[in-house]
C-alpha cells in the first residue's frame, strides 16, 4: 500500500510555469507506475500524464504534449509534474495516482491510489 501527497499547486498567469510533486509513502515505490491526472469542474477526471516504473517510458494527453514533463526521484519517492505555459484550460483539481503493473494507462480505473489532490488556478 503507498499513500500519496501532492503540492505545489497555485495560482498563475496564463505563460506562466508551475512544478508539482507527489511524495509517496512507504519502500516500495518503484515498483509502482505513477499517473497524474486532472478534474476540472463539471468535468470527468482526465489523464494527463504516465511514467513507468524507472522513469524509461512516458505519456502525455495531447494537450499537453510539449508544456509538461513527468519525471520521478525513486530515491526521493517522489514524481513530478513541471507545467510550462500553462493555459486557463489548464485549470483543475490535479491528481497523482499509482498502480502496480508494467504500463502506463489512460483511465482512472486501473490505479489503485490516489492523493487528495491540488488545485491549479490559471487566470487569463
Known amino acids: 500500500q503507498v499513500q500519496l501527497v501532492e503540492s505545489g499547486g497555485g495560482l498563475v498567469q496564463a505563460g506562466g510555469s508551475l512544478r508539482l510533486s507527489c511524495a509517496a509513502s512507504?519502500?516500495?515505490?518503484?515498483?509502482?507506475?505513477m499517473g497524474w491526472f486532472r478534474q476540472a469542474p463539471g468535468k470527468e477526471r482526465e489523464f494527463v500524464a504516465g511514467i513507468s516504473r524507472f522513469g524509461s517510458n512516458t505519456d502525455y494527453t495531447d494537450s499537453v504534449k510539449g508544456r509538461f514533463t513527468i519525471s520521478r526521484d525513486n530515491e526521493k519517492n517522489t514524481v513530478y509534474l513541471q507545467m510550462n505555459r500553462l493555459r486557463p484550460e489548464d485549470t483543475a483539481v490535479y491528481y497523482c495516482?499509482?498502480?502496480?503493473?508494467?504500463?502506463?494507462?489512460?483511465?482512472?480505473?486501473?490505479?489503485?491510489?490516489w492523493g487528495q489532490g491540488t488545485q491549479v488556478t490559471v487566470s487569463s
Open positions: 512507504g519502500r516500495t515505490f518503484s515498483s509502482y507506475v
Open positions: 495516482a499509482a498502480r502496480i503493473g508494467q504500463s502506463i494507462v489512460v483511465l482512472t480505473a486501473f490505479y489503485a491510489y
